[in-house]
């Protein structure tokens, strides 16, 4: 998880720095693993949205709708104990304002 983070950090930073508050839908698909306990994952996709989605990023204020919308898709695919591996797909868009 901690690698997640690093890149969604490295992503704001290389894109030139700037910020914005985001609207994410976060989605964890662990088909791929066989797992059977899915509360892991659940816990992940849920702990990924609320600190994807509450943290401030800027010091400006947004309205609701003037936040960026996006979807991560992660796919699972090896778990093994409390270390795992995955793939990652972002898609956003800006609203038009």
Not at 26 to 37: A, F, R, Y
Not at 39 to 53: A, G, K
Not at 74 to 95: C, G, H, L
């Amino acid at each position: 998880m901690r690698n997640l983070l690093v890149i969604i950090f490295s992503i704001g930073i290389l894109t030139g720095g700037s910020a914005q508050e985001l609207n994410c839908t976060i989605t964890v698909n662990s088909d791929q693993v066989g797992q059977t306990n899915q509360q892991i994952f659940r816990t992940l996709e849920r702990s990924l949205t609320d600190f994807v989605n509450k943290t401030k990023w800027t010091n400006r204020v947004y309205k609701e709708n003037e936040r960026l919308n996006c979807r991560m898709f992660i796919t699972v695919t090896n778990f093994d104990s409390n270390r795992f591996e995955a793939n990652i797909q972002i898609q956003s868009s800006r609203p038009v304002i």
